[in-house]
């Protein structure tokens, strides 16, 4: 391992909200209060306001409609209003790629031409969406392939809620209208855990998941929604008293040595200091407990001594340790743990009181495990520019 510096700064921006040619809004993403702001700017009474964002708000969050023709229980002229100054635009799904084990990975494409991946894991009880906050990251944890990408931009909180929306589309997941209303949900858990570190793009990443949660719309609960983050200390407590979802930390080492190499923000904001702030998250977010993700690379952070460091460490915070085999992508400069070394390891933190579940790894034949993104689009690039160069096209 190298110890160049590394960037751990927030240094990117969120791009204006492109604009299409109409100059039209995007209605998607909006908060109510947003979406309230913009029908008086385009003309609709104040004291409509409230309920025309209630009616629109069901079309788009509850139908899944994407035309204002469609919109049925509004005035033609009305219908005509809202046609004439917004839009409900998604992320164009480029590819959607399905692994043997159901894994679905979605190449989406971003305004100005970005892309970013989402990935739909199903299982027995429940479907969980792993959505993006950023492309690609500023950060540079050693283990992830995120963190080699160069570009990076934040998401709009349009774009964040977008991926749960196209998701949906594809799994045939809104409800029909006069159909029986259908409990069991293929899409039951959010989970910030794509590309990006979403802490550093809070305001959108909140407003998304305001939208996602709301009641009358995808009405996701705040208990089914986690969000993942590398240790961005000043921006945790904000997450439970603004977002209030479940918090999953990106661990991965018991010493600041390691953790430095390995989460290069922990230069920052070392492990005492973010474990001080995580002992404020349950009380804070009235959520129960933590999930510690804790990545398993061979000889670096998986002895018996880094599970008795790691069960010291965390005494008194409410935690779950997420055991997670590291997953290689081209180039990777570490080896998942043997089998037999993970369980090991899991035995120690389960005997000290804590759930370890061992992360099964899905969608590795597509690319879509964890920290693998984005590699399958850069390297389809690059096998595609070599093609060109090698037929002198
Ligand atoms: N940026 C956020 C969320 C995205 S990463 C964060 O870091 O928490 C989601 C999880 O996958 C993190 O715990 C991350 O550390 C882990 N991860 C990244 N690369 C990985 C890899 N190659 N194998 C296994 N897990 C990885
Ligand atoms: Fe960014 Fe998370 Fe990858 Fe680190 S692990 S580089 S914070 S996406």
Redesign the pocket.
């Known amino acids: 391992m190298t110890d160049l510096p590394t960037p751990i700064t927030q240094d990117v921006l969120t791009l204006p909200r492109k604009l299409p040619d109409g100059g039209k809004l995007n209605l998607v993403g909006l908060t109510r209060e947003e979406m309230r702001d913009a029908l008086i700017a385009a003309g609709t009474p104040e004291r409509q306001a409230k309920m025309r964002v209630g009616q629109v708000w069901q079309w788009i969050y509850h139908w899944g409609v994407r035309d204002f023709a469609a919109m049925t229980n509004l005035a033609k002229d009305y219908r005509a209003l809202l046609e004439a100054h917004f839009e409900i635009a998604l992320p164009e799904v480029v590819t959607c790629q399905v692994s043997m084990d159901g894994t679905r990975k979605y190449l989406l494409r971003i305004a100005d031409g970005h892309e970013v991946e989402a990935v739909y894991i199903p299982e027995e009880n429940r479907g969980t969406l792993c959505i993006s906050s950023q492309v690609g ?1 500023t ?1 540079t ?1 050693s ?4 963190g080699t990408q160069k570009l990076v931009r934040n998401l709009t909180a349009g774009e964040i809620v977008g991926q749960v929306m196209v998701a949906r589309d594809d799994l045939g997941e809104w409800p029909q209208p006069g159909a029986p209303k259908d409990e069991t949900r293929l899409i039951s858990n959010v989970v ?7 802490l550093y793009n809070f305001d959108n990443v909140r407003n998304a998941m305001k939208v996602v949660m709301d009641g009358e719309g995808l009405t996701l609960s705040r208990r089914r929604i986690t969000l ?3 240790g961005v200390v000043p921006e945790i407590a904000r997450a439970a008293e603004e977002i209030g979802c479940l918090l ?3 661990f ?1 080492a018991t010493t600041d040595a390691v953790r430095d190499k390995l ?1 290069p923000i922990n230069k920052r904001w070392n492990i005492a200091t973010l474990l001080d702030t995580l002992r404020d998250y349950p009380r804070l977010s009235n959520s129960e407990r933590i999930t510690f ?1 804790y ?1 398993m690379l061979k000889g670096v952070n998986d002895s018996d001594e880094d599970a008795r460091r790691l069960v010291k460490l965390i005494r008194g915070i409410p935690a779950k340790i997420n055991l ?6 081209p180039g ?1 400069p570490y080896q998942r743990s043997d089998w037999e070394r993970i369980e090991a390891f899991a035995d120690i933190v389960y005997k000290a009181g804590y759930a370890a579940p061992i992360r099964t790894p899905r969608g590795e034949d597509i690319m879509a ?4 993104l984005k590699s399958a689009t850069e390297r389809a690039r690059k096998s595609a520019a070599q093609i060109a160069a090698e037929t002198g096209l």
Do not use: D, K, R
């Open positions: 990251c950060l944890c283990f992830c392939h995120t910030l855990m794509g590309m990006g570190e979403p993942s983050t590398s999953a930390v990106s991965h989460v993700e990545v997670i085999p590291f997953n290689e992508w990777s495990a964890c920290g693998q």
